[in-house]
């Protein structure tokens, strides 16, 4: 059973930042792309990064670009999302997908706030 487990968001103050992980398991994730989209409330999901099976092809989004960095350890089987100087309209709930794009599986989310 493919399970996408993602954790590290929270409450932070504009300019923060914050961490998000992702646990994989189920399936073979050193041979797989993997992505995080992140969903405002009443928005459609935006796909804001990616990162090839790899880690040396990275995609980033402009609203991220130069804020945030992808990552992965396939030892471990964990994806992260490091994010910097954060900003209200980074507010979303962030999803670890599996695959080079915004519509393969994802797990439950983690909530992320950006405010003073």
């Known amino acids: 059973e493919v399970q996408l487990v993602e954790s590290g968001g929270g409450l932070v103050q504009p300019g923060g930042s914050l961490r998000l992980s992702c646990a994989a398991s189920g399936f073979s994730f050193g041979s797989s792309d993997m992505s995080w989209v992140r969903q405002a409330p009443g928005e459609d999901p935006d796909w804001i990064s990616a990162?090839?099976?790899?880690?040396?092809?990275?995609f980033y989004d402009n609203s991220v670009k130069g804020r945030f960095a992808i990552s992965r350890d396939n030892a471990k089987n964990t994806l992260f999302l490091q994010m910097n100087s954060l900003k209200p309209d980074d507010t979303a709930v962030y999803y670890c997908?599996?695959?080079?794009?915004?519509?393969?599986?994802r797990g439950q989310g983690t909530q992320v706030t950006v405010a003073s």
């Open positions: 997908v599996r695959g080079w794009g915004p519509f393969g599986y």
């Open positions: 990162i090839r099976s790899g880690g040396v092809v990275k």
